[in-house]
Each structure stands twice: as structure tokens, then as C-alpha cells.
């Protein structure tokens, strides 16, 4: 246990559906990030929460959608989503999201999307 | 672009004998990461090695760092069949954000 969870651990969606995955974390922790894991690529970072606020948005389509209503809690709002969108969407934190600290990531979020 | 680059891709080996993955990178860093991910699951964080470190031990990894080469390795000892999993190096530099590369898939045979 990383003191990072989250929901659903699996997630099947049509593309027109609307989800979120949510994650927490449970180490006092003042970052928290999104990565999307697709087969045989590296992992890519979707978003970065320092103290709430967004601080990197690396080029992601609108139809993912962050959320970070306080520094324990992450959202990741999914809109009509398109199949090379299933992929692993991990959630990770950092004491303060600078000078390149440890990350402690969550178990994953594994969408399918039809 | 992509900044860390891990070789071999796949690695297989006898549990008890020694697990040597390899990590390359393009710019200039203020400190490499390895992570450990089983299937599916999530990254652990193993070691962070900084870019004046040239050496760092934790229980049976050994990692090192050659900045002149851009280059560092993960030594893994006496493996056992738990070990068996994708190790990936991240870098941390001016981009400020951890940039990792595809992986080294590790396998142990019992």
C-alpha cells in the first residue's frame, strides 16, 4: 500500500458515456498528478494539482476534464471518449511537486472504452 | 520527447543469478528515479540517485550514475521470482516533470 487509492480499479465505457475516476491520497501530500499508461509507450503525464491549483496541462484533449477539490483528492471526468483512450490511468502524489521528489502512485484505474 | 530510455526491452534470467537494466537519457537531469511496476498495478519507487551522486545502494540494488555518458544502471542481486516485473527509470530536469522511459520487463524463473 502506497497511501494512494483509487476508483474504480476497472472501468468499461461506451463513447458516449460520462465516468470519473476519483483517487486519494492519504499522505498529507500537496501534489497529486494524472499519467495515462497505453501498452508498450511510456507513461505520459495528463495533469499536475500543486496545492489545488493546475499547474501543468500537457496538451490533453478536452474530453478528460481534472478535478482537485482539495489536496487529498483528485477527479479525472471522462466525455465522449474515443477507443484509443483505454488505457492504464494512474494516479500519483509528491510531498510539493517540485525539485523532482518521490512520486507515490495509486493501482490504477484499467479503462476500456467501446 | 521521450527522455529516459531503458534497455534491454526484455530481460530473463535464473532466480538467484544477478538482473543488470540499463537507462539512457538526451538532456541534462537534477536527479534519476527507478520504479518497480507489477502487472497491471501501479509504480513503487525504488531509488533516486542525484545528478552529483554517482552510487547508491538499497538492500540488493545498486544503482549508478555516469552523467558524462547520460547514462545509469539498476544492479538487481540475487533475484528471486518476486522481482520478476517492468523496472522504468524517470529523470527530473529543466522540463520540471518526471519524464520516464518504456521499461525493462523482467523476468525470473524459479
Known amino acids: 500500500e502506497t497511501g494512494v487509492t483509487q476508483t474504480p480499479r476497472h472501468l468499461v465505457m461506451g463513447m458516449t458515456n460520462k465516468k470519473s475516476l476519483k483517487c486519494e491520497q492519504h499522505?498529507?501530500?500537496?501534489?497529486m498528478y494524472w499519467y495515462k499508461q497505453s501498452a508498450k509507450k511510456p507513461l505520459e503525464l495528463m495533469f499536475v494539482?500543486?496545492?489545488?491549483?493546475?499547474?501543468e496541462n500537457n496538451s490533453v484533449p478536452s474530453r478528460f476534464s481534472p478535478e482537485c477539490p482539495n489536496s487529498s483528492h483528485l477527479f479525472l471526468h471522462l466525455h465522449t471518449l474515443q477507443p484509443e483512450d483505454s488505457a492504464l490511468y494512474l494516479c500519483?502524489?509528491?510531498?510539493?511537486?517540485?525539485?523532482?521528489?518521490?512520486?507515490?502512485f495509486g493501482p490504477g484505474t484499467r479503462l476500456l472504452v467501446l | 520527447s521521450q527522455q529516459g530510455e531503458e534497455d534491454p526491452q526484455a530481460l530473463s534470467i535464473q532466480e538467484g543469478e544477478n538482473a543488470t537494466m540499463n537507462c539512457s537519457y538526451k538532456?541534462?537531469?537534477?536527479?534519476l528515479q527507478w520504479y518497480r511496476q507489477n502487472s497491471g498495478r501501479g509504480l513503487v519507487h525504488l531509488i533516486l540517485?542525484?545528478?552529483?551522486?554517482r552510487e547508491k545502494h538499497s538492500g540488493r540494488l545498486r544503482v549508478t550514475l555516469d552523467t558524462s555518458k547520460k547514462s545509469s544502471s539498476l544492479l538487481i542481486t540475487a533475484s528471486r521470482a518476486a522481482d520478476t516485473a517492468s523496472y522504468f527509470c524517470?529523470?527530473?530536469?529543466?522540463?520540471?516533470?518526471?519524464?520516464f522511459g518504456s521499461g525493462t520487463q523482467l523476468t525470473v524463473l524459479p
Open positions: 500519483a502524489s509528491s510531498r510539493s511537486g517540485t525539485a523532482g521528489e518521490t512520486q507515490y
Open positions: 499522505l498529507g501530500h500537496n501534489a
Open positions: 494539482y500543486s496545492l489545488e491549483e493546475r499547474v
Open positions: 538532456t541534462s537531469i537534477n536527479n
Open positions: 540517485i542525484r545528478s552529483n551522486e
Open positions: 524517470a529523470t527530473w530536469g529543466s522540463a520540471r516533470q518526471l519524464t
